[in-house]
């Protein structure tokens, strides 16, 4: 069993940056693929980005792409989310969630098995 409890999330201007980050409870956490989430009014829950298990392999959607980094810190039993030159509708809550390792890193919300009750990040014009 994983608890995952997001912070980070706030109101902030176009083109610039929030750090989001995801603490986990357990002493499984270096075992499990991290990813983050995020989800718009009206829209369905979309991926942002996954990390190994082991911090070798990332993957972002490419919405995002060049912007976000993820990174973890299994020292810490954290996940964070660095967002740069936000734009409005990176507007979301965003979710960070817990998966099994796999072959691949995962990007539908299925894949994972633990997740957090979100944060919330404005970007405004």
């Known amino acids: 069993q994983v608890q995952l409890v997001e912070s980070g999330g706030g109101l902030v201007q176009a083109g610039g940056s929030l750090i989001l980050s995801c603490a986990a409870s357990?002493?499984?956490?270096?075992?499990?693929?991290m990813g983050w989430f995020r989800q718009a009014p009206g829209k369905e829950r979309q991926f942002v980005a996954a990390?190994?298990?082991?911090?070798?392999?990332?993957y972002y959607a490419d919405s995002v792409k060049g912007r976000f980094t993820i990174s973890r810190d299994n020292a810490k039993n954290t996940v964070y989310l660095q967002m740069n030159s936000l734009k409005p509708e990176d507007t979301a809550v965003y979710y960070c969630a817990a998966g099994p390792v796999r072959r691949y890193l995962p990007r539908y919300s299925y894949e994972y098995d633990y997740w957090g009750q979100g944060t919330q990040v404005t970007v405004s014009s």
């Open positions: 357990g002493r499984t956490f270096s075992t499990y693929t």
């Open positions: 990390i190994s298990w082991s911090s070798d392999n990332t």
